[in-house]
T-cell receptor, first 112, second 115 residues
């Protein structure tokens, strides 16, 4: 069974602080995705990382895929209250039709 | 262009009952996947439908079944409901380009409560 472990599970910080969320697995995935989910809504895709060692930036968010394609991190610079939400990493398995294997998520609260 | 829609939004059932959840995919999408998200957990893959057939299945019992219609919409059926089936059920749609399933777009989910 492929599992993705995210840490920390909960994170409460002040506006302007930096943070990093980690996503680790013992399995190799064809790619890894990061989603953000708000209460009452489905997850929304933020980024897909495909190549080992890949780094992608989305404004204040920086995503990195580990060299072995088993782990990833999400770093947010100068967090804002609008960044509050549940951040989920998902491994994409390749079997002719790709299914997503999600971690439990990191619930981020950014206080003004 | 409407995104993925799901109905109903909320549902309350009692143990032993049966439930049907519905999903309409995003325009142009032909693949529908269903996920179960228990409180405090990430979504878990239930199954995926393409061309009206179940193409892949996660680790869920046979009480969970589905269907895809010619217009690509889909239903998720759960029989003999258990308390542990209480969760947010998410539908995600995508399209198969012959090589791979592309980005999955999620609906807002159906919140099922089993009493």
């Amino acid at each position: 069974t492929q599992l993705l472990e995210q840490s920390p599970q909960f994170l409460s910080i002040q506006e302007g602080e930096n943070l990093t969320v980690y996503c680790n697995s013992s399995s190799v995935f064809s790619s890894l995705q990061w989603y953000r989910q708000e209460p009452g809504e489905g997850p929304v895709l933020l980024v897909t990382v495909v190549t080992g060692g890949e780094v992608k930036k989305l404004k204040r968010l920086t995503f990195q895929f580990g060299d072995a394609r088993k782990d990833s991190s999400l770093h947010i610079t100068a967090a804002q209250p609008g960044d509050t939400g549940l951040y989920l990493c998902a491994g994409v398995t390749q079997g002719g039709s790709e299914k997503l294997v999600f971690g439990k998520g990191t619930k981020l609260t950014v206080n003004p | 262009d409407a995104g993925v829609t799901q109905s109903p939004t909320h549902l309350i059932k009692t143990r032993g009952q049966q439930v049907t959840l519905r999903c309409s995919p995003k325009s142009g999408h032909d693949t529908v996947s269903w996920y179960q998200q228990a409180l405090g957990q990430g979504p878990q893959f239930i199954f995926q439908y393409y061309e009206e057939e179940e193409r892949q299945r996660g680790n869920f019992p046979d009480r969970f079944s589905g269907h895809q219609f010619p217009n690509y919409s889909s239903e998720l059926n759960v029989n003999a409901l258990l308390l542990g089936d209480s969760a947010l059920y998410l539908c995600a749609s995508s399209f198969w380009d012959g090589l791979a399933v592309n980005e999955q777009f999620f609906g807002p989910g159906t919140r099922l409560t089993v009493l």
